[in-house]
């Protein structure tokens, strides 16, 4: 697929890849693979899961009928292109998925592919390998991503090329971000400070935002119900107002009782220790969810665009299963608002770009030593609040005929406040320059990043190469660098439900490596990679006594591990995917640690999944595997080995409506736990109807 050269318009697929860095046009080194995913109905999976919904979706009938209603007139509509009635693009890998990290192992999941699904962006991470997701319990409730062993705060996620952080500039909560908006979501993993920035030592996610449509109106709506109270809805209009500009405006609302049965052990030191069953408190949620975006086209290849992104949402805190704190609430509020302006000067591109983002949390029966009764005089509400703004500008020119050099300045201001902890702000500044270069079967990637962080100061440098050594579709990749990190706000200020601050963090420095080999044919995709890093003052987070999760600088570890990806396109219209990760994390600092594992890294994971989509019918199933891991740094105490199984069919009934049964962790496993032992749901059962309208 062509990326368009300077001063030339690009596809609308150029404008989704480039999305990260809008100036880069350059010429097409790579071209995407894809697979069509196709699908059919089971008949009985679907009559009685519609059963067994029966009681707990009594919204259903005329929320169904309301949609069929409005999709009937548009029965025409469903031969249109890129109707929910289709065959749906499914991008598994590409190899230049990134302009920014060409030569990065990348996956690339498409989000209509979930579109009959309940999925939230943590649950289409899961596709990916090299992915860890630490959550704290049910639909919801907080959820931080891990990518190669890193931490939460050195995996780096972006919103159309703008970094997203939690509060304070720490770990982004992935259950306040809206999946339904996105278009597709890019994980690229490997040695990426320097590319990226700091929070990049594990890899970075890109989300891709739904873009507004330039040939004509489009409307769309989903509803979803199920089980444990859960309910969720989400609609995006697009406008065009001129030939190659328009607006979206795309809304979800969730909400969830998270009132759950699960199964505890009351002595589980004894061996063989019967389960009890409980019912889960003070796990419900709710959350609304809003994206505006534009885009004026200009002169040529010069334009202007807008994005705006808010969430506002409650939930409740609930604790371990051992400490368990049915009076703590959270309350939060974010907002991002950016502006782009880019324009090409024959050869060369630019473009410059403002955004500030602003969260706020309040904190409701919290106090140091678990919950209490909020509004009491020793149980205050607390509100902390975190803001940062930046400024950029990106350049990009050829050199030659076969170079393409990028560079790029940021500067901003990062504040964070809150009643404990006081007032805080600091400057962040960063220069990055970075070049592509093809020589023939070779390319190389050189790179290197400046960045300051108030009183702290580091330089990523890194190298990365791919090589086609032969006209088979094979191609070998390497890469090598430093990175560097200081603490956030959040890790050293700013206390967010279960987790707790450290004052004493110190800055993060590392050193990686990367290899990795990929085959790709029209009908098969493979690839496999391993990496090795090494950590000094690494930044992990420990369970500390007697309700919160606590950040402590390790001081030296390992980290190494390998990653293998397949995807097929099978007879009969089926794909298949698979998805594993080996990983060995390691304490390195001499002492009574030194060999001992760190905590919350599974040494394997496994994704399965095999769906199918066709032209009324469509279904899919899947199986997530994570092995035991360590829950401290002793390796005294772990979390089981866990064993997750969904499943799913749909039809479409009318028009472009479509009429969906989901069934979540099939084996009705209710033992258990996440990362820092919050239970997790059982067997849960949802029904979901969407239509373009």
Known sequence: ??????????????????????????????????????????????????????????????????????????????????????????????????????????????????????RSVAEMLSASPGVSLHALGGPGQATTLSLRGASADQSLVLLDGIPLHGPGGGAVDLATLPASLLDRLVISRGVLGAQFGAGALGGVVELVPRRPRTDRPVADARLSAGSFGTFGASSSASVPWSSEGGGLV???????????????????????????????????????????????????????????????????????????????????????????????????????????????????????????????????????????????????????????????????????????????????????????????????????????????????????????????????????????????????????????PNTELAPEHGRSIDVGVAYRSAKVTVSAGAFASWYRDLIVYESFPPAAVKPFNVGSARISGFELQAVAALPYGLTAELAYTALQATNIRPGTLEGHSLPYRPPHRLFVRVAQHAERFESYAEANATASMPRNQFDTAFLPAQLVVNAGAGARIAGTLWIDVEAKNLLDDRTMQDLFQYPLPGLSLAVIARARL
């Open 1 to 118: 697929r062509p990326h368009g050269g300077p001063g030339k318009a690009g596809t609308a697929r150029s404008e989704l890849v480039l999305a990260a860095y809008p100036g880069a046009r350059k010429p097409a080194w790579r071209r995407e693979q894809r697979i069509r995913l196709f699908a059919r109905k089971r008949g009985a999976q679907v009559s009685r899961a519609f059963a067994a919904l029966g009681r707990s979706i009594r919204f259903a009938p005329s929320a169904l009928t309301a949609l069929a209603l409005a999709a009937a007139p548009y029965h025409a509509r469903a031969e249109e292109p890129r109707t929910a009635a289709e065959p749906v693009d499914v991008l598994v890998t590409a190899p230049a998925a990134s302009s920014r990290a060409p030569a990065a192992q990348a996956t690339v999941i498409q989000a209509d592919q979930f579109a009959g699904e309940v």
């Open 250 to 500: 795309a809304l979800q609302v969730d909400r969830s009782a998270g009132d759950f049965p699960y199964r505890q052990q009351l002595t589980p030191e004894i061996a063989s220790s019967p389960y009890y069953e409980f019912t889960r408190a003070n796990a419900d949620s709710w959350r609304g969810s809003a994206l505006l975006r534009g885009g004026w086209p200009i002169a040529g290849e010069t334009g202007l665009d807008v994005l705006f992104q808010g969430s506002i949402g409650e939930r409740g805190l609930p604790g371990s299963a051992a400490s368990p704190t049915p009076r703590s609430r959270e309350v939060d509020h974010s907002g991002l608002l950016g502006a782009r302006f880019r324009s090409t000067a024959g050869p060369t591109a630019y473009s410059v770009r403002a955004w500030a983002d602003l969260d706020r949390i309040e904190l409701r029966g919290v106090s140091a030593f678990g919950d209490c009764a909020d509004g009491t005089p020793d149980c205050p509400p607390s509100f902390q609040s975190a803001s940062a703004a930046r400024g950029e500008a990106e350049l990009g020119a050829p050199l030659g005929e076969r170079q393409w050099v990028r560079g790029s300045v940021t500067a901003g201001m990062d504040r964070a406040t809150g009643d404990a902890t006081g007032f805080h702000r600091r400057g962040v500044f960063s220069a990055s320059i970075s070049d592509d270069v093809r020589l023939g079967a070779v390319s190389l990637f050189p790179a290197l990043r400046i960045d300051v962080v108030g009183k702290d100061a580091g330089l990523s440098p890194a190298i990365a190469t791919t090589v086609r050594p032969w006209s088979a579709p094979i191609e070998v990749r390497a890469g090598a660098g430093l990175s560097f990190r200081a603490p956030t706000f959040s890790e050293l200020y700013l206390r967010q439900g279960g987790l707790a």
